[in-house]
Nanobody
């Protein structure tokens, strides 16, 4: 059983930055795809970014965050990060960390086995 705990959310003005962290425990972290999803009020959960588990990781991003967000992982610390720059009010959402061992479609939430409790990100205009 993998446990995921997100941190780093908060209130920031448009144009600002935040770094989210997701600490994992209880599994072989280095063998999991790690992803970030978000859910705004009244909307479905949507894909943000994913990083593969391989030694040379591959990253995937939603078009809406490309060039502004960066996902990274530290296998020694069993932690994945999401650096968010140039934040916009439409980035406001609860951000969830997810882990999956058999991820064929990185953008699909159904491919992930474990989820964190979420951290709120609010971007004011």
């Amino acid at each position: 059983q993998v446990q995921l705990v997100e941190s780093g959310g908060g209130l920031v003005q448009a144009g600002g930055s935040l770094r989210l962290s997701c600490a994992a425990s209880g599994g072989t972290f280095s063998r999991y795809f790690m992803g970030w999803f978000r859910q705004a009020p009244g909307k479905e959960r949507e894909f943000v970014a994913t990083i593969t588990w391989r030694t040379i990781s591959t990253t995937y991003y939603a078009d809406s965050v490309k060039g502004r967000f960066a996902i990274s992982r530290d296998n020694a610390k069993t932690t994945v990060y999401l650096q968010m720059n140039s934040l916009k009010p439409e980035d406001t959402a609860v951000y969830y960390c997810a882990a999956g061992s058999q991820v064929l479609v990185p953008t699909s939430a159904r491919q992930y086995d474990y989820w964190g409790q979420g951290t709120q990100v609010t971007v004011s205009s």
